[in-house]
């Protein structure tokens, strides 16, 4: 099983192009959601799914958008990248809750300038 | 909302010491609490974790205690190696039936020094 898979690992943006982080998991765990992490600062949630078709708002969802049309995949959309996203990402799949025993990728690395 | 605060924010301690990282929170309705370990570069990966209806879980080197009146819970690693540094991060949720959004401490950078 290769787990959860991220892509890309690394990321340029100029402020206000749109983008799309993949998140791809292999384990058939109905629970996915993704987190950014600030320097200094824990984790925090900005969307998460419940199931195909089923998604919910995090602490920190504005300018985020996501969407679960397989239980596979569950990728995050930049709508118009700001500075303030700089940030690394990451998506976590689980059977239990977004948070419980979840598996997390490597992370994707984002630069807006 | 919930808030947690976790300390040392870096500790540094000898090859075959004990390392001990605390964290407390606020929310006396949160009922999980994982502990993650994060390499540099690498995503978090679970370590250990123990829900509101136990005291102490042990795996290995690793425990964590948890004193729901106090409201905090620790992690403690025994016999630390170099392949421990990492930065922990500890979170509190409240599971099934609750809010799925967990709060996460700060973390913190442990150093083993061989």
């Known amino acids: 099983n290769a787990g959860v898979t991220q892509t890309p690992k690394f990321q340029v943006l100029k402020t206000g192009q749109s983008m799309t982080l993949q998140c791809a998991q292999d384990m058939n765990h109905e629970y996915m959601s993704w987190y950014r992490q600030d320097p200094g600062m824990g984790l925090r949630l900005i969307h998460y799914s419940v199931g195909a078709g089923i998604t919910d708002q995090g602490e920190v969802p504005n300018g985020y958008n996501v969407s679960r049309s397989t239980t596979e995949d569950f990728p995050l959309r930049l709508l118009s990248a700001a500075p303030s996203q700089t940030s690394v990402y990451f998506c976590?799949?689980?059977?239990?809750?977004?948070?419980?025993?979840?598996?997390f990728g490597q992370g994707t690395r984002l630069t807006v300038v | 909302g919930e808030n947690v605060e976790q300390h040392p924010s870096t500790l540094s301690v000898q090859e075959g010491d004990s390392a001990v990282i605390k964290c407390t929170y606020s929310?006396?309705?949160?009922?999980?609490f994982p502990w993650y370990k994060q390499e540099l570069g690498k995503g978090p990966q679970l370590i250990i974790d123990i829900r509101s209806n136990v005291g102490e879980k042990k795996d290995q080197r690793i425990a964590v205690t948890l004193n729901k009146t106090a409201k905090h819970f620790s992690l403690h690693i025994t016999e630390t190696q170099p392949e421990d540094s990492a930065v922990y991060f500890c979170?509190?949720?409240?599971?099934?039936?609750?809010?799925?959004?967990?709060?996460f401490g700060r973390g913190t950078s442990l150093i083993v020094h061989p």
């Open positions: 976590a799949s689980s059977d239990v809750t977004p948070i419980t025993e979840a598996f």
């Open positions: 979170a509190a949720s409240k599971g099934p039936g609750g809010s799925y959004i967990p709060t």
């Open positions: 929310d006396s309705a949160s009922n999980y």
